[in-house]
């Protein structure tokens, strides 16, 4: 089996500047296809920021224009491409927290984040997941922070086959032991590779832990990011035998 090359991009995004967090995401892409990656992973709300009434005021249909740039990117880079958006639903008052997975082949789709901390109802909808990812080879299922830390959101995964467990997330200092142990369980206990993008920087009133990571099936952590900022963690190889690799962030990207 080919080797299946994967990252993180830790971003440091601006609240509510959806221009400029979109030329930040087309930097982490160019950088990403030069390491030859082929599934991009973003944070939570990477789109926005996590200001909950901020962002939920900023949310876009699925097919919103906005996203022409990166959807295109993706299309001629070959590379799946996870970005944290919220999205507007027909016929619900309340948007949700979505992953929206933009595809090679130039179709879209969302993984809505089905488990909701608690304030964000207040501004958004509990989601209802999403289907698997294909990706060389390998089954990729998609979480968006609060979600993993529900035991059962994992074991689900792991129930339908996944063999990645790919979550974006807001998680601070103080939150880092705990969630990344809970991590690296999830990792140990359904034999099932886990990969954790977190923000670089602060969002929402949040200062974001950085340090992204990587834990084989066996639980080990292969790679993470050593701390805050723009930051791409690279993980290459197939099951059970996985290196990482830290790159930051180019300023010529852009």
């Known amino acids: 089996m080919p080797n299946a090359v994967f990252a993180a991009a830790q971003c440091s995004i601006h609240d509510g500047d959806i221009p400029a967090n979109l030329a930040l995401h087309l930097a982490f892409m160019r950088q990403a296809h030069e390491h030859g990656v082929g599934l991009l992973l ?51 008052h309340k948007p949700r927290i979505a992953a929206c997975i933009l595809h090679p082949d130039g179709s879209i789709a969302a993984y809505t984040k089905q488990h909701l901390h608690t304030g964000e109802d207040a501004f958004f909808d509990a989601g ?18 609060a979600d993993f830390t529900h035991p059962e ?29 809970l991590l690296q369980g ?27 990571a990587f834990w084989d099936e066996q639980g080990r952590c292969v790679a993470a990011s050593s701390g805050v900022g723009n930051r791409l963690l690279v993980v290459t190889g197939q099951a059970g035998d996985w290196q990482g690799l830290e790159v930051l962030l180019s300023h010529h990207s852009g």
Not at 48 to 74: C, I, K, M, N, W
């Open 153 to 181: 959101h994992a074991a689900e995964a792991a129930q339908r086959g996944a063999q990645v467990y790919a979550t974006g997330v807001l998680i601070g200092e103080g939150g880092y032991p705990t969630d990344s142990a």
């Open 186 to 212: 999830h990792a140990q206990r359904h034999a099932m590779a886990v990969l954790m993008a977190n923000h670089g920087g602060s969002t929402g009133g949040w200062a974001a832990a950085g340090r992204s």
């Open 42 to 92: 973003f944070p939570e709300l990477s789109l926005t920021g996590y200001a909950l009434s901020v962002a939920s005021g900023l949310a876009q249909e699925l097919d919103t224009p906005l996203l022409a740039p990166l959807r295109q990117f993706a299309q001629e880079a070959g590379m799946t491409t996870v970005v944290g958006m919220p999205l507007k639903v027909p016929g619900q």
């Open 128 to 145: 209802s997941g999403g289907e698997l990812l294909s990706f060389a080879g390998l089954s990729v299922a998609l979480s968006v922070c």
